[in-house]
């Protein structure tokens, strides 16, 4: 009856052992495409903030260039 036991524990743990390890490899995975998505929204909205502050930048420019040339006359 032992022997019986000890090989029921021991398939039991493995059968544990083999479903946590998927569980864990499918959530790692899940991780990855969840991480991979929100660094491509977070570079977009990088590249939309950098453009609209370059066109800021550009406007501004333009903006005091007259100011400049009527102090230097």
Sequence with gaps: MGYVLRVRLASFFTGAALASAGGLYFLQKDYKTAHHA???QVNSLYESLEG???ALEKLKNEAEAPKQVEAAE
Aim: hydrophobic content about 35%; cysteine-free; glycine content about 0%.
């Design 38 to 40: 929100i660094s491509q």
């Design 52 to 54: 609209r502050v370059s």
